[in-house]
């Protein structure tokens, strides 16, 4: 009956610390999404944007990867938690949606990677880094776009 109970309560100590580095995530998995979403919106907008379009769509996937990396980091080194805010801006272009779109999705994917906590190894910082990249192209795309 000891062993029994030993066994149980380990397994319920390893679910709950399980548990408590998955909610750790929400917002780079959030993050992910918002890119997968902004990286569809950018491969359906036209093809005119000078270059830029395909270039941010190159910075999305790198920052994709570096929020994969981060993730797996977190799991493995399981960092304390801590949040950072940001308020990032709202352009508008309605003459190309699929651009603003992308643009809107690469905002809140920039916003849940600044909230995420620590720094997955340097991961998050470079997802971060690659998504305002994204952002410029994105943004010199619009301009250029007609």
Not at 63 to 79: K, L, P, Q, T, V
């Amino acid at each position: 009956m000891l062993n029994r109970s030993r066994v149980l309560g380990i397994a319920i100590l390893l679910c709950t610390l399980a548990a408590i580095a998955y909610a750790d995530q929400p917002f780079m998995r959030a993050a992910r999404v918002d890119l997968q979403q902004a990286r569809a919106q950018l491969q359906a907008a036209a093809a005119n944007k000078g270059g830029h379009r395909v270039k941010a769509i190159a910075h999305v996937n790198k920052a994709i990867e570096y929020i994969n990396a981060g993730m797996a980091y977190d799991r493995r080194n399981n960092h304390a938690q801590r949040l950072i805010a940001a308020a990032l801006n709202s352009a508008s272009a309605p003459d190309q949606p699929h651009m603003q779109a992308a643009l809107d999705n690469l905002r809140a994917a920039k916003n849940n990677l600044e909230r995420a906590s620590s720094d997955k190894g340097g991961y998050r910082k470079k997802a971060i880094d690659e998504v305002n990249d994204a952002i410029s192209e994105t943004k010199k795309g619009i301009d250029a776009g007609q």
